[in-house]
């Protein structure tokens, strides 16, 4: 169920003239044809702009109140890693 959401998001995000808003806690549910996010804390807007350089480890990371690691593969998908405290 989840790849034909993620399907379907993709095939929409690829139309032109078409404004899509997605609401997600999971990166990997962005395709890669959305160009633009919005990041919010609290319902606040914490920051806005360009996917590429809004997605990095520290900013995540503070969004989400645990250590992250960001990768974006070669097709264009983001991926949040939990990153364990060192014991």
């Known amino acids: 169920a989840r790849q034909v959401f993620l399907d379907v998001i993709e095939r929409i ?3 032109e ?3 899509l808003v997605l609401v997600t806690h999971h990166l990997s549910e ?3 044809k959305l160009n633009h996010v919005v990041l ?3 319902g606040r807007i914490v920051a806005k702009g360009e ?3 809004l997605l990095e480890d520290e900013r995540v990371s503070n969004l989400f109140g645990v250590p992250v ?8 998908w983001y ?3 939990l990153l364990r405290p060192a014991k």
């Not at 690691?69 to 264009?76: L, M, T």
């Open 40 to 42: 919010l804390q609290g």
């Open 17 to 19: 003239e078409t404004t």
């Open 13 to 15: 995000s690829g139309q």
């Open 79 to 81: 991926q949040e890693t």
């Open 69 to 76: 690691r960001v990768h974006r593969d070669d097709d264009g």
């Open 30 to 32: 962005i395709p890669p």
């Open 51 to 53: 996917k590429s350089s």
